[in-house]
């Protein structure tokens, strides 16, 4: 019976799969099993790969080798799971780079990496706005991911696409407060000429409010910079309410409409001094 088990649990999980990985992101015990929770990470995983996958396998093809920076790393999870289930298997130049500003986790990725023989992949101690002008990171990288990284950290993930000319752009956007505090800062001064500020006139709504219109603005400037912008749900991540899923895929597409709307976005509800941060071309 024990042998069943485990025969059923390894079938769930993908041929050519790092077992060491897979126990040292606890998605398998040390001993090799599976348990409940183990099992819905591991749907997590491959929820989240079927997302990413198609995107990696487009910018094969244009590129030949691929340049993958993950923002906002924390412990790298994501980048570990792409680089064992796509990366080490194209034995060419690719590379993934983790950025973190959390120096212990910088070391324990770098130390995971050694000891996995993930040769492809790099982990730097930096702020996403010092990614931005490092000389330790390409020109130009492919595809950008940023999951969970909080309020202005995503949006400086974008900025990062946007200069280095990124392909393909990921974001589970979180915590976004700084569109709500501008929101609250402006509310007196809205409210008296137009009732549409009843969307945020209460504490709790200018929160949710904000956090949404966030992601409709990140949108808009994606889209003003010519990028084809699909909205979904990341189902189930764990240890979070924010489960939206921003996937851009560079087309050069006509900018003009959506950076006027997204100029429009903004006047309408009173933040014209975040021209800056949702900047269009």
Known sequence: MAKNTEKQEMSEIRPGQSIELLKALHILTR??????????KLKQVYHLYQFIEPLLLEAK???GTITLVDHGAGKSYLGF???????????????????????????????????????????????????????????RVDVVTALHACDTATD???????????????????CQAEVAAVLRKNKGRQSAK?????????????????SHLTNVLRCLQLEAHGYQVTVTELVGWEHSMKNELI????????????AERLNEVLHSVGLEEMSSRFFTE
Not at 107 to 122: E, I, K, P, V, Y
Not at 161 to 174: E, M
Not at 250 to 256: A, H, Q, S, T, V
């Open 31 to 40: 001993d090799g099993r599976m348990n409940q929770d183990s099992r819905r």
């Open 61 to 63: 093809r244009a590129r």
């Open 81 to 139: 799971i792409l680089y064992d289930l796509f990366f080490k298997a194209l034995n060419d130049a690719s590379h993934i780079f983790g950025i973190e500003t959390r120096e212990e986790l910088v070391t324990h990725s770098r130390a995971l990496a050694r000891q996995l023989g993930f040769g492809g992949m790099s982990f730097m101690n930096l702020s996403v706005a010092e990614s931005i002008v490092s000389n330790q990171l390409p020109t």
């Open 156 to 174: 400086d993930a974008i900025d990062f696409a946007l200069k280095k000319q990124a392909q393909f752009i990921v974001l589970v956007p979180c």
């Open 194 to 210: 137009d009732a549409l500020t009843e969307l945020w006139r209460h504490p709790i709504h200018t929160r949710e409010f904000g």
């Open 247 to 258: 996937i851009a895929s560079y087309k050069d597409l006509p900018r003009k409409r959506a």
